[in-house]
């Protein structure tokens, strides 16, 4: 398969040296890397914990998506509410 693929300027020149003194093309070596990149055992990712928000400082059109995609059916009183107007 073929593809395009866009190689910041010092990360190609530093490949295409490599590629020279290692007597391979840069084909080669990008295969090579890719492979290795591929092989390698993932690394547990460092999970964070979300801080909750103020649903209150948030633009209206936010707090209504807010809302409803925690099930509740978000009406004046329940905006009123979590802006801690009511």
């Known amino acids: 398969m073929k593809t395009t693929l866009d190689i910041p300027d ?3 020149r ?27 055992p993932v690394a ?10 103020n649903l209150a400082l948030l ?5 209504q998506c807010a809302g409803m995609a925690h099930g509740k059916l978000t009406t004046d009183a329940h905006l009123r509410e979590v802006r801690g107007e009511g």
Do not use: C, N
């Not at 530093?14 to 092989?39: E, I, N």
């Not at 547990?44 to 928000?53: G, L």
């Not at 633009?59 to 707090?63: G, T």
């Open 14 to 40: 530093q490949a295409k040296v490599h590629a020279a003194q290692h007597a391979t093309t840069l084909k080669s070596l990008f295969l090579q890397a890719l492979g290795t990149m591929l092989r390698e």
């Open 59 to 63: 633009p209206l059109w936010m707090q």
């Open 44 to 53: 547990a990712v460092p999970t964070t914990r979300h801080k909750k928000t």
């Open 10 to 12: 010092d990360i190609y």
